[in-house]
């Protein structure tokens, strides 16, 4: 430690003086002393440095607010107090990729004072965990002072920036958060959405994101010269980041950092850095698995609107929840049940009514008859961005699904990015970001007011994940990434490599609905355009790797009744997860996740690959000792390709035990999806 110690502060010290200023530096480890943290007032400048295994990841990098009223960090500064403690405790998640948690970190909060020797009244939190940092502002003014923050100055500050290789989707854009990744060098990245992976030349692998955003704007990244990326708060409709009072906290900006890449997707620093449940007893917040009158309207199967083919009819929604309890589904989504889809309702969201139905959608009708099956009913809610015309009913709406059992409903805000409508407390209409500080409070609004009902929230075009899920519980999953229903329609749809992707990407933040499990893989011909570029082993794998603690088979019935062998998977697979382990992967290239089935002694494996064949060699070290299982394998056949033999497919069985290797053989954007049954 006294040796990583001399590294890190002679490395700082040689920066300092080189620069002829001076400096007050504060160290902090991690518990297991592989990260370390230099905090210093560099000639009256606030900066942070950051190691890991004597390897530079941070270079100094500012730290900082701007605010509108009262002066930010621009002024000189000095390091005055600061407050250490250390945590090591374990938390249980109600539901989750691990039933258990460990949160174990070193801290220190350092307050500042100007030139003239007065208390700054914003100070910085740090926690330092073994899988990464976490910084904070505090905010301390009185009680009444109006807080504006106009500019957030943050900077996270990379050497060798040319060679660093970042996997990255575009912010501020009008897609909101659904586009392909873009590969490239640091120095090619214009403003980015957050979680940002990075490879280092070092081999060290990082993502920058932010935890607990609460009543704040979204963070994202802006590159500016010579490695560094700033903080770039969305602004509000009137220009300014964030609105405030008195005392308050910013989310916390995280730096997760690992030697190899699996290290990232086990990673639990943002789930720690949010506050624990707030909901009290959340027993009625039940993960599962649901169908749904869904797909076939991305497929001009069915429509949205009412009509001949309108999708959300009692009858169709009486043999969906028919098929559900045939095949053991929780619940089955309706989407297009209430009136307002008719005409261009993606343009005009004013129009749409959460509690009227359709004439030929009985709410009543279909509730009861799925209670009888014991399949509820999953509640949609589509805002088109209209956000007032939705919180003006809310509260009847909400009234209306409890009492016909309903548990959870999947919001939507299907609007461009910057198009979301509001009418002010004058009457104004008012236009804001998906990301702004206003939205931000309307997301969690919902959830909040939701969870009185005692119903969960999935939601769809949504602000990004930050770990609130073990604040609020009844937060079950969003999208947040371009999923599924892009292969139906977009252009291009997902490529091969985008579920490899948003394994080291999206999917570091959190749950996504992703909508796995399409069985009819090229609907309109192998030739098409539109058609899903995976094999069927890797809709499989997806329930594994894309972990959501509500998962969908997304396809329409039909087509898995023509294939019930490979549904089987399916239907095993749970959503609860008791241990989740990133066990291979590269960033780009492949992902393996093995998870136990939660109170239960079954394992599951999940493999996915990007559109290159590949083995992979697989330890069975995560079963139990001395214990058999069977395997249950399910993967690509000898000739699969995703191009030209998508259904190639092996259904294989054999006995293992946890001291086994098994040889995993991927097609192109293939995978391999296994059961491993106790005996």
């Known amino acids: 430690m006294l040796k990583r110690l001399t590294i890190c502060f002679f490395a700082v010290l040689g920066m300092l003086l080189t620069q002829h200023v001076s400096a007050k530096m504060e160290v902090v480890f991690s518990p297991d002393n592989a990260i370390e943290l230099v905090v210093a ?19 100094p990098s500012r730290l900082g607010l701007m605010f509108k009223e009262q002066q930010g960090f621009r002024q000189a500064l000095k390091i005055d107090k600061v407050v250490r403690n250390s945590v090591n405790q374990t938390w249980e998640q109600p539901w989750g990729e691990r039933k258990f948690v460990n949160d174990k970190h070193n801290e220190i909060l350092v307050s500042f004072i100007t030139e003239n020797g007065k208390t700054f009244p914003v100070s910085v939190r740090f926690r330092v965990f073994n899988d990464g940092v976490g910084f904070r502002y505090e905010g301390h003014f009185g009680e009444s002072e109006q807080i504006s923050i106009t500019k957030e100055i943050t900077e996270f500050s990379f050497e060798k920036h040319q060679e660093t290789e970042a996997w990255w989707i575009p912010s501020r854009g009008w897609n909101r958060y659904e586009y392909l990744y873009n590969k490239t060098t640091l120095e090619s990245i214009d403003r980015a959405h957050t979680p940002l992976t990075m490879r280092l030349p070092s081999g060290i692998h990082v993502s920058i994101h932010e935890a607990a955003l609460v009543d704040f704007a979204a963070m994202t990244l802006d590159r500016r010269r010579d490695g560094i990326l700033r903080a770039n708060l969305t602004p509000r409709s009137d220009g300014l980041k964030v609105k405030t009072h008195g005392q308050f906290v910013s989310p916390w900006r995280t730096i997760q950092m690992s030697d190899k890449a699996t ?4 990673s639990s620093l943002i789930l720690n850095l949010n506050e624990p449940n707030k909901l009290g007893d959340v027993s009625w917040v039940k993960p599962g698995k649901y169908i749904g009158i869904w797909w076939g309207m991305h497929l001009n199967v069915n429509t949205w609107g009412s009509g001949e083919k309108h999708g959300a009819t009692t009858e169709r929604t009486m043999e969906y929840m028919d098929f559900a309890a045939k095949y053991g589904f929780d619940g089955v989504l309706v989407e297009g049940w209430n009136t307002g889809w008719d005409g261009s309702w993606f343009h005009n969201g004013d129009v749409f009514s959460f509690t009227e139905s359709y004439p030929d959608f009985d709410i009543s009708k279909v509730s009861q008859y799925g209670e009888k099956l014991g399949v509820r009913l999953i509640g949609h809610h589509e805002t088109s961005g209209s956000v007032t015309n939705y919180e003006d009913q809310m509260q009847d709406a ?30 104004i209409v008012r236009h804001e970001w998906h990301d702004s500080q206003f939205m931000v409070k309307h997301y969690l609004h919902s959830v909040k007011e939701a969870a009185k009902f005692q119903i969960s929230i999935n939601t769809h075009e949504p602000i990004k994940d930050t770990g609130l899920r073990r604040t609020y519980p009844n937060w079950l999953s969003r999208e947040g990434a371009r999923g599924q229903e892009f292969n139906a329609w977009g252009s291009p749809p997902n490529s091969p490599v985008h579920t490899i992707d948003l394994t080291y990407t999206r999917m570091l933040s959190g749950p996504m609905d992703f909508t796995p499990g399409i069985f009819n893989l090229a ?31 997304a396809d329409l019935i039909e087509h898995y009744e023509q294939n019930l062998a490979a549904f089987q998977f399916i239907r095993d697979v749970p959503a609860d997860w008791q241990d989740s382990i990133a066990i291979a992967g590269e960033v780009g ?21 990007n559109d290159d064949r590949r083995t992979i060699d697989i330890a069975l070290s995560f079963l139990k000792e001395g214990k058999s299982y069977e395997a249950q394998i399910y993967q690509d056949g000898e000739n699969a390709d995703w191009k030209t033999k998508p259904y190639d497919l092996d259904i294989l069985k054999r006995i293992v035990k946890k001291n086994d290797t098994m040889k995993l053989k991927l097609a192109t954007s293939g995978g391999v999806a296994i059961r491993f049954k106790a005996l």
């Open 263 to 266: 290290g990232l997707l086990n």
């Open 589 to 609: 290239e492949f992902a393996v996740f093995a998870r136990q089935q939660r109170e239960h002694q079954d394992w599951f494996l999940g493999a996915i690959t």
């Open 523 to 553: 609907f309109d011909g192998l030739d098409a355009e539109n058609r899903v570029q995976t094999t069927l082993a890797k809709q499989l794998a997806l329930y594994v790797v894309l972990y959501s603690p509500i998962q969908m088979a």
């Open 41 to 59: 007032d560099v000639d009256g400048t606030p900066k942070y440095v950051i190691e890991y295994n004597g390897k530079t990841v941070i270079t």
């Open 398 to 427: 909400y009234d209306l699904y409890q009492k016909h059992g309903v548990t959870q409903i999947k919001t939507g805000y299907v609007a461009d990015g910057g198009d979301i409508k509001r009418i002010d407390e004058q009457g």
